[in-house]
């Protein structure tokens, strides 16, 4: 059933062979990845791991999306196949396709494929038929063409580049720049790739809409360190019902609600829910509607957060993929530290422990050399005190915690405390008690010295 075929090609720029993975056949129900491909223009592509270059593997394709009823041939003219050579490649792709579908999946339209005359109309029909209208299209290109050539200037010509477009950069814009930036990452192309994302970063500041959003995330982290505070007041055996009195409290901020559900997710389950339920039931008539109300936001902003852990899953995973085919693994880590961070680490350790359970040692072997990889990559570009902290709450005993603050707590001065902050502020009402209690004794032997 596999729909793809490995084979070597010559690298177009420096003539080295290049393994390549291609794929003739799209089944866009069964394997939604490879119609992610072909609409983003990865399909069949295969880096040359000597040069960079981006090699395309010529192909026929048959697109079937049985959801929409949509099946398209398309047979590339660089190829210079005879009709008849055409008629047949496509007809063998059919033969696949209805052997996959199995007899009840036959219907009408298997018939007559419709044919499109280049990648780009095959793209676009596909798109079409998901509801991206051809303006639609248009603007996204003209997105695309605005955004590189923001890429291609010179840094000194940005700010003059910004005031000329300014009212063009949008949400969109920077969604776009996103999108080519980890295109390029795919590609193996990290320099360019991270310098894209300064670029970007420029843009940001530089714009009126980027400037709209720092402010917009500085009050947001503000509400956050508000709502970590009074999480932090609960002190270290929060309740469910301390929880509900804080949602309460914040019933009128929106902002404060989503920090909350934010930050402790995991305290919204169903049991929280249920006591919920009835103490609206209980609350005096008058109140029962907002507290209703309030039950059904906290709902909704739960399910908005699974739904962006989802994504931000996905990115990890792509993220892990990339690493264990890149040719050079360290540069693409080093090019891309801060998108390492915890959820990273817990995807790769899941799919260790995946590797494991069918007994897969090679993957897993890969796995955990990518994973020992990040850790020090992590460790190494840690500033001195986060490094200390961690080795703190790391020790295995409480006197080996002790031991290591009175030796080496002279080494810092006031930033550690700083970190301290940063540290408590993260670990939220997530930490153990123990947790606390370590980070509260350190903060204690360090405001002795420099609070
Ligand atoms: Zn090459």
């Known amino acids: 059933m596999p729909n793809t075929r490995q084979t070597t090609i010559q690298c177009v720029q420096c003539h080295q062979p290049v393994r390549a993975v291609v794929r003739s056949l799209i089944d866009a129900q069964q394997e939604p990845d490879a119609k992610v491909q072909l609409l983003s223009g990865r399909l069949n592509a295969a880096p040359c791991p000597s040069c960079g270059a981006i090699n395309t593997v010529m192909t026929p394709l048959l697109y079937h999306d049985a959801s929409k009823e949509l099946l398209i041939s398309f047979v590339p003219m660089e190829m210079g196949l005879s009709k008849d050579a055409q008629e047949k490649a496509i007809g063998e792709l059919m033969r696949q396709l209805t052997s996959n579908l199995g007899n009840s999946g036959f219907k009408g339209y298997l018939l007559q494929p419709r044919q499109a005359l280049t990648l780009q109309g095959l793209v676009e029909q596909v798109l079409q038929a998901d509801g991206v209208t051809p303006q639609m299209m248009e603007a996204q290109r003209e997105r695309v063409r605005l955004v590189e050539m923001f890429i291609q200037s010179p840094e000194e010509n940005l700010p003059a580049l910004v005031q000329e477009y300014d009212a063009k950069i949008d949400a969109e814009f920077f969604q776009t720049m996103t999108m080519v930036a980890q295109r390029t990452l795919e590609e193996g192309r990290q320099n360019l790739a991270h310098q894209i994302l300064e670029t970007q970063n420029r843009v940001v500041e530089l714009s009126t809409y980027g400037q709209q959003m720092i402010a917009q995330s500085e009050v947001q982290e503000a509400v956050v360190q508000e709502v970590v505070e009074a999480i932090n007041a609960i002190g270290p055996n929060p309740q469910r019902a301390d929880f509900l009195n804080l949602a309460i409290q914040y019933a009128e901020s929106e902002a404060h609600l989503q920090a909350l559900v934010g930050l402790t997710r995991q305290v919204f389950d169903y049991a929280f829910f249920q006591e919920f339920t009835a103490k609206v039931g209980q609350a005096p008539a008058e109140e029962r509607d907002k507290l209703a109300a309030l039950r059904e936001k906290l709902l909704e902003y739960c399910a908005l957060i699974d739904q962006q852990s989802q994504m931000a899953v996905q990115q990890a995973a792509q993220l892990l993929e990339a690493l264990l085919t890149a040719p050079n693994p360290d540069e693409l880590i080093q090019a891309n530290l801060p998108m390492f961070d915890t959820l990273f680490l817990q995807v790769t350790a899941a799919?260790?422990?995946?590797?494991?359970?069918?007994?897969?040692?090679?993957?897993?072997?890969?796995?955990?050399?990518?994973?020992?990889?990040?850790?020090?990559?992590?460790?190494?570009?840690?500033?001195?005190?986060?490094?200390?902290?961690?080795?703190?709450?790391?020790?295995?005993?409480?006197?080996?915690?002790?031991?290591?603050?009175?030796?080496?707590?002279?080494?810092?001065?006031?930033?550690?405390?700083?970190?301290?902050?940063?540290?408590?502020?993260?670990?939220?009402?997530?930490?153990?008690?123990?947790?606390?209690?370590?980070?509260?004794?350190?903060?204690?032997?360090?405001?002795?010295?420099?609070?």
């Open 351 to 451: 799919n260790i422990q995946e590797a494991e359970r069918r007994q897969d040692m090679a993957t897993s072997g890969k796995l955990k050399a990518v994973y020992n990889k990040v850790i020090s990559a992590l460790q190494a570009n840690m500033p001195p005190e986060l490094r200390f902290i961690n080795d703190v709450l790391g020790a295995e005993t409480e006197a080996d915690a002790g031991a290591l603050i009175a030796q080496h707590v002279q080494e810092f001065d006031a930033r550690l405390l700083e970190a301290l902050d940063a540290v408590e502020a993260q670990v939220g009402a997530n930490g153990s008690p123990e947790i606390h209690q370590r980070l509260a004794f350190l903060r204690r032997e360090a405001e002795g010295i420099f609070g």
